[in-house]
T-cell receptor
Framework: NAGVTQTPKFRVLKTGQSMTLLCAQDMNHEYMYWYRQDPGMGLRLIHYSVGEGTTAKGEVPDGYNVSRLKKQNFLLGLESAAPSQTSVYFC??????????FGQGTRLTVV | AQSVTQPDIHITVSEGASLELRCNYSYGATPYLFWYVQSPGQGLQLLLKYFSGDTLVQGIKGFEAEFKRSQSSFNLRKPSVHWSDAAEYFCAVGTWNTGNQFYFGTGTSLTVIP
Protein backbone atom coordinates (compact mmCIF):
# COMPACT_ATOMS: atom_id res chain seq x y z
CA ASN A 1 0.00 0.00 0.00
CA ALA A 2 1.99 2.98 -1.31
CA GLY A 3 -0.30 5.80 -0.10
CA VAL A 4 1.18 9.13 -1.24
CA THR A 5 4.43 9.02 -3.19
CA GLN A 6 6.54 12.05 -4.02
CA THR A 7 9.20 12.20 -6.71
CA PRO A 8 12.04 13.17 -6.41
CA LYS A 9 13.08 13.04 -2.76
CA PHE A 10 15.99 15.46 -3.16
CA ARG A 11 16.90 18.03 -5.79
CA VAL A 12 19.36 20.86 -6.21
CA LEU A 13 18.51 23.55 -8.75
CA LYS A 14 20.33 26.59 -9.99
CA THR A 15 18.53 29.92 -9.87
CA GLY A 16 16.34 30.29 -12.93
CA GLN A 17 16.01 26.60 -13.68
CA SER A 18 12.65 24.91 -13.84
CA MET A 19 11.43 21.62 -12.45
CA THR A 20 8.32 19.61 -11.71
CA LEU A 21 7.56 17.72 -8.53
CA LEU A 22 5.27 14.73 -8.91
CA CYS A 23 2.79 13.52 -6.34
CA ALA A 24 0.92 10.27 -6.82
CA GLN A 25 -1.74 8.75 -4.57
CA ASP A 26 -3.36 5.36 -4.84
CA MET A 27 -6.26 5.92 -2.42
CA ASN A 28 -8.70 7.39 -4.94
CA HIS A 29 -8.81 10.66 -3.00
CA GLU A 30 -10.55 13.66 -4.49
CA TYR A 31 -8.51 16.29 -2.66
CA MET A 32 -4.81 16.87 -3.06
CA TYR A 33 -2.51 19.53 -1.63
CA TRP A 34 0.98 20.93 -1.93
CA TYR A 35 2.62 22.43 1.17
CA ARG A 36 6.01 23.89 1.84
CA GLN A 37 7.70 23.55 5.21
CA ASP A 38 10.17 26.13 6.42
CA PRO A 39 11.81 26.37 9.86
CA GLY A 40 9.60 28.15 12.34
CA MET A 41 6.75 28.55 9.88
CA GLY A 42 5.07 25.17 9.93
CA LEU A 43 3.36 23.97 6.78
CA ARG A 44 1.96 26.53 4.40
CA LEU A 45 -0.45 25.63 1.63
CA ILE A 46 0.79 26.43 -1.87
CA HIS A 47 -1.98 25.08 -4.09
CA TYR A 48 -4.69 22.49 -3.77
CA SER A 49 -7.15 20.57 -5.90
CA VAL A 50 -10.69 19.46 -5.13
CA GLY A 51 -10.85 17.00 -7.99
CA GLU A 52 -9.48 15.98 -11.37
CA GLY A 53 -9.01 18.98 -13.64
CA THR A 54 -9.34 21.55 -10.83
CA THR A 55 -6.73 23.62 -9.00
CA ALA A 56 -6.86 26.53 -6.58
CA LYS A 57 -4.43 28.86 -4.88
CA GLY A 58 -3.47 28.45 -1.29
CA GLU A 59 -1.65 30.73 1.09
CA VAL A 60 1.67 31.05 -0.79
CA PRO A 61 1.07 30.36 -4.51
CA ASP A 62 3.45 32.87 -6.10
CA GLY A 63 6.18 31.29 -8.21
CA TYR A 64 4.43 27.94 -8.46
CA ASN A 65 2.00 26.31 -10.87
CA VAL A 66 0.08 23.06 -10.55
CA SER A 67 -1.86 20.63 -12.67
CA ARG A 68 -4.24 17.77 -11.91
CA LEU A 69 -4.81 16.06 -15.23
CA LYS A 70 -5.38 12.68 -13.61
CA LYS A 71 -7.13 12.07 -10.33
CA GLN A 72 -4.19 10.21 -8.85
CA ASN A 73 -1.51 12.76 -9.76
CA PHE A 74 -0.85 16.34 -8.66
CA LEU A 75 2.12 18.13 -10.19
CA LEU A 76 3.87 21.15 -8.74
CA GLY A 77 5.96 23.24 -11.13
CA LEU A 78 8.60 25.86 -10.57
CA GLU A 79 9.10 27.82 -13.79
CA SER A 80 12.08 29.88 -12.68
CA ALA A 81 13.48 28.73 -9.35
CA ALA A 82 14.62 31.28 -6.78
CA PRO A 83 16.66 30.78 -3.57
CA SER A 84 13.53 31.71 -1.60
CA GLN A 85 11.98 28.49 -2.86
CA THR A 86 14.52 26.40 -1.00
CA SER A 87 12.28 24.35 1.24
CA VAL A 88 10.86 20.93 1.99
CA TYR A 89 7.75 20.27 -0.08
CA PHE A 90 5.01 17.94 1.06
CA CYS A 91 2.14 16.57 -0.91
CA UNK A 92 -0.99 15.34 0.81
CA UNK A 93 -4.31 13.85 -0.18
CA UNK A 94 -7.66 13.38 1.51
CA UNK A 95 -11.14 12.11 0.79
CA UNK A 96 -12.71 14.57 3.21
CA UNK A 97 -11.69 16.94 5.98
CA UNK A 98 -11.35 14.00 8.34
CA UNK A 99 -7.70 13.24 7.64
CA UNK A 100 -4.86 14.23 5.33
CA UNK A 101 -2.30 11.64 4.24
CA PHE A 102 1.20 12.89 3.57
CA GLY A 103 4.06 11.91 1.33
CA GLN A 104 7.63 11.68 2.58
CA GLY A 105 8.60 15.09 1.26
CA THR A 106 10.95 16.56 -1.32
CA ARG A 107 13.94 18.54 -0.13
CA LEU A 108 14.68 21.25 -2.70
CA THR A 109 17.72 23.50 -2.62
CA VAL A 110 18.02 26.42 -5.03
CA VAL A 111 21.52 27.82 -5.33
CA ALA B 1 -10.03 33.41 9.29
CA GLN B 2 -8.73 30.10 10.48
CA SER B 3 -5.50 29.95 12.45
CA VAL B 4 -3.60 27.61 14.70
CA THR B 5 -1.16 28.71 17.39
CA GLN B 6 1.42 26.53 19.05
CA PRO B 7 3.03 28.82 21.62
CA ASP B 8 5.94 26.53 22.46
CA ILE B 9 8.61 26.39 19.78
CA HIS B 10 10.76 23.89 21.62
CA ILE B 11 10.24 21.71 24.70
CA THR B 12 12.74 19.51 26.53
CA VAL B 13 11.60 16.78 28.90
CA SER B 14 13.28 13.91 30.67
CA GLU B 15 12.45 10.38 29.66
CA GLY B 16 9.60 9.11 31.82
CA ALA B 17 8.26 12.57 32.56
CA SER B 18 4.84 13.74 31.52
CA LEU B 19 4.30 15.94 28.47
CA GLU B 20 1.79 18.56 27.43
CA LEU B 21 1.97 20.40 24.12
CA ARG B 22 -0.29 23.39 23.72
CA CYS B 23 -2.47 24.26 20.76
CA ASN B 24 -4.99 27.08 20.34
CA TYR B 25 -7.15 27.53 17.28
CA SER B 26 -9.35 30.16 15.74
CA TYR B 27 -12.25 29.00 13.63
CA GLY B 28 -15.82 30.19 13.39
CA ALA B 29 -17.55 26.83 13.12
CA THR B 30 -17.14 23.44 14.75
CA PRO B 31 -13.51 22.55 14.25
CA TYR B 32 -11.96 19.37 13.03
CA LEU B 33 -8.74 19.12 15.02
CA PHE B 34 -5.64 17.04 14.52
CA TRP B 35 -2.23 16.33 15.93
CA TYR B 36 0.48 15.11 13.57
CA VAL B 37 4.02 13.99 14.39
CA GLN B 38 7.04 14.33 12.14
CA SER B 39 10.21 12.38 12.81
CA PRO B 40 13.43 13.78 11.32
CA GLY B 41 13.49 13.45 7.53
CA GLN B 42 10.03 11.91 7.46
CA GLY B 43 6.54 12.89 6.45
CA LEU B 44 3.70 13.64 8.84
CA GLN B 45 1.91 10.88 10.69
CA LEU B 46 -1.50 11.33 12.27
CA LEU B 47 -1.46 10.90 16.06
CA LEU B 48 -5.12 11.59 16.76
CA LYS B 49 -8.11 13.61 15.65
CA TYR B 50 -11.27 15.16 17.07
CA PHE B 51 -14.53 15.83 15.30
CA SER B 52 -17.25 15.60 17.93
CA GLY B 53 -18.37 13.67 20.98
CA ASP B 54 -16.08 12.85 23.87
CA THR B 55 -13.70 15.75 24.30
CA LEU B 56 -10.85 13.50 25.40
CA VAL B 57 -9.51 11.54 22.46
CA GLN B 58 -6.98 8.76 22.46
CA GLY B 59 -4.39 8.33 19.77
CA ILE B 60 -1.49 6.15 18.81
CA LYS B 61 1.74 5.75 20.78
CA GLY B 62 0.00 6.50 24.08
CA PHE B 63 -0.94 10.10 23.25
CA GLU B 64 -4.20 11.78 24.13
CA ALA B 65 -5.66 15.22 23.56
CA GLU B 66 -8.45 17.19 25.16
CA PHE B 67 -10.72 19.58 23.29
CA LYS B 68 -11.83 22.59 25.32
CA ARG B 69 -14.24 24.76 23.37
CA SER B 70 -14.30 27.51 25.99
CA GLN B 71 -10.55 27.93 25.70
CA SER B 72 -10.29 27.16 21.96
CA SER B 73 -7.62 24.66 22.85
CA PHE B 74 -6.65 21.16 21.86
CA ASN B 75 -3.64 20.23 23.99
CA LEU B 76 -1.69 17.03 23.45
CA ARG B 77 -0.58 14.96 26.44
CA LYS B 78 1.38 11.86 27.26
CA PRO B 79 1.84 10.55 30.82
CA SER B 80 5.35 9.13 30.32
CA VAL B 81 7.59 10.18 27.47
CA HIS B 82 9.91 7.74 25.71
CA TRP B 83 13.14 8.67 23.93
CA SER B 84 11.52 7.70 20.63
CA ASP B 85 8.94 10.48 21.07
CA ALA B 86 11.55 13.08 20.15
CA ALA B 87 10.12 14.70 17.02
CA GLU B 88 8.26 17.72 15.68
CA TYR B 89 4.58 17.94 16.57
CA PHE B 90 2.01 19.85 14.57
CA CYS B 91 -1.51 20.83 15.52
CA ALA B 92 -3.94 21.37 12.64
CA VAL B 93 -7.48 22.50 11.92
CA GLY B 94 -9.50 21.02 9.09
CA THR B 95 -12.12 23.15 7.40
CA TRP B 96 -14.71 21.97 4.92
CA ASN B 97 -16.07 25.26 3.68
CA THR B 98 -13.26 26.08 1.24
CA GLY B 99 -12.28 22.85 -0.41
CA ASN B 100 -11.38 20.76 2.61
CA GLN B 101 -8.28 22.59 3.71
CA PHE B 102 -5.97 21.89 6.59
CA TYR B 103 -4.29 24.71 8.50
CA PHE B 104 -1.20 23.92 10.52
CA GLY B 105 0.50 25.50 13.48
CA THR B 106 4.20 26.31 13.39
CA GLY B 107 5.09 23.16 15.28
CA THR B 108 6.70 22.23 18.59
CA SER B 109 10.03 20.47 18.62
CA LEU B 110 10.36 17.92 21.41
CA THR B 111 13.71 16.85 22.83
CA VAL B 112 13.83 13.93 25.25
CA ILE B 113 16.71 13.72 27.71
CA PRO B 114 17.73 10.19 28.75
Amino acid sequence: NAGVTQTPKFRVLKTGQSMTLLCAQDMNHEYMYWYRQDPGMGLRLIHYSVGEGTTAKGEVPDGYNVSRLKKQNFLLGLESAAPSQTSVYFCASSYSVTEAFFGQGTRLTVV
Amino acid sequence: AQSVTQPDIHITVSEGASLELRCNYSYGATPYLFWYVQSPGQGLQLLLKYFSGDTLVQGIKGFEAEFKRSQSSFNLRKPSVHWSDAAEYFCAVGTWNTGNQFYFGTGTSLTVIP
